[in-house]
């Protein structure tokens, strides 16, 4: 493909960079940064020690404090439907809010049960490591996080109903916006 039909075929139509950075980026990752800094704190080292434990000899979790296997339980699950939902979307991900010529509304894999699922994901693990520690200061900032993230699928979704209009509409009263079944 030569460079100008690659350029083409990305190009940009819609986007919410500026908001997306002071809005999300910024915020998000001072706190999930405050965050790591109570789990770290508080014993997140010996996470990646429990996960390797786990996979050599699985009935080690029967010796885990139940706070551990909430946490990692959490933690793995999460990281696992943040990976489904951005492998579903494959070429439609971005690490930013925008729409590119030939964007596509993805409605299927993943995406029939919630609009959401890789902020779902992102929650789940970022609640799973204070858990996991057993770190109230870090569990606090995890909650902080929560309006973050609800503030970037708002203006995600701001650009889909700009872009989709009523193939978007139709799809927000049929699926969930980011637990499924239930919000």
């Known amino acids: 493909m030569t460079k100008t039909g690659f350029l ?19 915020p998000g990752m001072a706190v999930f940064f405050i965050e790591l800094l109570f789990c770290v704190s508080d014993g997140l080292s010996g996470l990646w020690g429990t ?17 551990n296997i909430i946490g990692l339980g959490l933690f793995i699950l999460g990281l696992t439907i943040m990976t489904v939902g951005q492998i579903t979307l494959f070429r439609n991900y971005s690490g930013t809010v925008i729409i ?13 049960f919630t609009r959401n699922p890789m902020y779902l994901g992102l929650i789940m693990v970022v609640t799973g490591l204070p858990v996991y520690t057993a770190s109230l200061y870090g569990f606090w900032a995890s909650l ?10 708002r203006l995600e979704e701001k ?19 980011l637990i499924p079944f239930i919000y």
């Not at 083409?8 to 910024?26: L, T, Y």
């Not at 590119?100 to 029939?112: A, D, P, W």
């Open 144 to 153: 902080v996080l929560i309006p973050i993230i609800l503030n970037r699928i």
């Open 51 to 67: 996960i390797w434990d786990l996979a050599r000899q699985p009935q080690t979790i029967s010796t885990l404090p139940l706070h």
């Open 100 to 112: 590119r010529e030939g964007h596509q509304l993805v409605t299927y894999g993943i995406y029939r």
């Open 159 to 177: 650009l889909l109903t700009e872009e989709f209009q009523e193939t978007f509409q139709k799809y927000k009263k049929t699926t969930k916006k």
């Open 8 to 26: 083409k075929k990305h190009r940009i139509v819609r986007n919410a960079i500026k908001e997306d950075i002071f809005q999300f980026a910024i």
